[in-house]
């Protein structure tokens, strides 16, 4: 069999097809394919080996090294679930996400085991720690054991639990609308077909070398992985400090392809670039919002030989929308369109589709179409909703329905089916190329018992997307001391989750006829009084 259909076939195949070519390279070492191959097949026997059912949760939090791939595919390839957590999260967040989805084992440095460890047993599900650098390891005590990576990978070879395409193979989380991040799953064949897609449009061969720039957290940092072993191509793991170390990184690593976001390619564009990059970079990537036209111009200027792709994506459909190299110069405010093995629609809230250049909402239909929220129903309702009979491709005599990803994001295609981006339809922000919750930044404030009432909104930022702002009363009894309660916001918070600027206001703060604090008029007024300012 020649073809991928689970995950981890992406590596045994290209370990089939050329064994020693390199598929991974972290700072001074590299891992051929098949050594991954042999890593993945310990992996799989060390884990079983600790009991884990098929469709277990397997929770990574690590930064970019040889162990978190490992982890990742071997989890899928043994018939688990992998669940990768950002390594920006604070121990409060990553221990919800591991309560959330039951994780059974969780896979971490002992470096960061200690900051989890006040958090560790309100996870009830969690049976295996397994720490990648340890030399040594108190002894486990309770329900969980503490074991090392060595250890766990060194077990009598067995075979992995039997899978299906159509089974889960991760769940990513992703912040949501109610405050609390949700957990997209997403199947073997969601992954695997994405894979394929971006690969095709790319170009990606075994020639290619990625920079894995983006966290791993992400659909589109994650399918750079994907991507580049379906390829049988060199993924570069990164993680950098200043954008000045992705600059070394491309000339050092003679990379081929990069994918980021706006805000890092801002950056990058403000840089004085290595005049040698544009002769081996084939190609830049953008996804995670907008790219200033100026900035698109600048990095074009730096790098003439240099093909762009302008993306767009969701994580509940991996990636959806790409505008060719060929047409930026004519659209460069187009998201392209669909991918292939997708279908991109634009329609009306009664379903049916938008006139050209009518907005409407961007609906996502194909392989790529996840299997929605873990654990809620509600919110999985609300974005994965059955087409309409209507449906371009949906012929009468078909009886069981289709579901397909609504996006909430409002677009227009023109004549040419072309799409553009218009907005959001809800109040999540978009900054650093992270979405953020404005509800998950006011708990976090409330949290604090700093402010009396707050609210938050996004801002546009030149750098960031979106900054963003908040406005806030003081406790009762109290003052509002905005440095203190930025302060424990860089200690709960991620960085980028951080409000750029805190403003105080005499309370109580306006309210909507629902009675909830009006958001929309808050920032309205905020806005309107920096233009007039």
């Known amino acids: 069999m020649t073809d991928s259909f689970l995950l981890a076939d992406l590596i045994s195949r ?9 598929a991974l390279a972290y700072a001074k070492h590299s891992l051929s394919y098949a050594g991954l191959q042999r890593s993945l097949d310990g992996f799989v026997s060390g884990f079983l080996g600790l009991g884990l059912q098929r469709g277990e949760r397997i929770a990574i939090y690590l930064e970019k090294r040889f162990e978190t791939v490992i982890a990742s595919f071997g989890a899928t390839a043994a018939g688990c679930v992998f669940v990768p957590l950002n390594p920006l999260l604070k121990p409060e967040q990553v221990a919800y996400i591991m309560r959330d989805c039951n994780v059974r084992a969780l896979i971490t440095s002992s470096e960061r085991l200690s900051l989890l460890a006040p958090v560790l047993e309100a996870c009830r599900d969690l049976r295996h720690v397994v720490v990648v650098n ?6 486990s005590a309770g329900p969980v054991s503490c074991l090392r990576w060595d250890d766990v990978l060194d077990a009598p070879a067995r075979a992995g639990h039997r899978v299906i395409d159509t089974d889960m193979a991760a769940i990513l989380y992703t912040s949501g609308s109610t405050g609390k991040p949700k957990g997209v799953v997403l199947s073997h064949r969601n992954m695997v077909a994405g ?44 993680n950098y400090l200043m954008p000045r170390d992705v600059l070394k990184s491309l ?21 004085e670039w290595p005049a040698g990059i544009t002769e081996h970079l084939r190609y830049f990537a953008n996804t995670g919002g907008r790219m200033p036209r100026e900035t698109l111009g600048a990095l074009r200027a730096r790098m003439p030989k240099t093909k762009p792709y302008l993306m767009y994506g969701l994580t509940e459909a991996f990636r959806s ?19 292939p ?23 996502h239909r194909g392989a790529l179409v996840g299997m929605g929220y873990w654990n809620d129903h509600e919110k999985t309702a609300e974005r994965y909703k059955p087409l309409p009979a209507s449906t371009p491709g949906r012929e009468a005599g078909l009886v069981l329905p289709e579901l397909a990803v609504f996006s909430g994001d409002t677009v227009r295609m023109d004549e040419e089916g072309f799409l553009y981006f218009i907005g959001r339809r809800d109040e999540m922000m978009k900054t650093s190329g992270y979405r953020v919750s404005p509800t998950e930044v006011e708990e976090v404030l409330y949290a604090t018992r700093l402010v009396g009432e707050c609210v938050a909104f996004g801002v546009e930022h030149d750098t960031l997307g979106q900054a963003i702002q908040v406005i806030a009363t003081a406790p009762e009894g109290g003052q509002l001391d905005t440095a203190a ?9 991620p960085a980028y989750m951080v409000p750029a600027h805190i403003d105080m206001r005499d309370g109580p703060l306006p309210r909507n006829p629902n009675g909830k604090i009006d958001r929309k008029t808050l920032s309205t007024e905020w806005i309107d009084r920096q233009s007039a300012s």
């Open 485 to 493: 309660l930025l302060a424990e916001c860089r200690k709960l918070m």
């Open 321 to 339: 929308t790409y505008l060719p190299p060929s047409e930026v110069d004519r659209r460069p405010d187009s998201i392209g369109k669909a991918i």
């Open 195 to 238: 894979a394929k897609s971006v690969a095709s449009y790319l170009e990606n061969t075994a020639d290619d070398t990625l920079l894995a720039a983006l966290p791993l957290s992400f659909d589109a940092g994650f399918s750079q992985l994907t991507t580049a072993f379906h390829a049988g191509a060199r993924v570069v793991l990164l």
């Open 341 to 363: 093995n997708a279908e991109i629609l634009v329609l009306r809230e009664d379903g049916s589709p938008c006139a050209p250049n009518e907005p409407g909402e961007l609906v």
């Open 251 to 271: 000339e050092r690593e003679r990379v081929t392809g990069l994918t980021a976001v706006p805000p890092l390619y801002i950056q990058l564009a403000q840089l």
């Open 134 to 139: 340890a030399e040594q390891l108190a002894p």
């Open 14 to 22: 290209s370990a089939t097809r050329n064994p020693d070519a390199i």
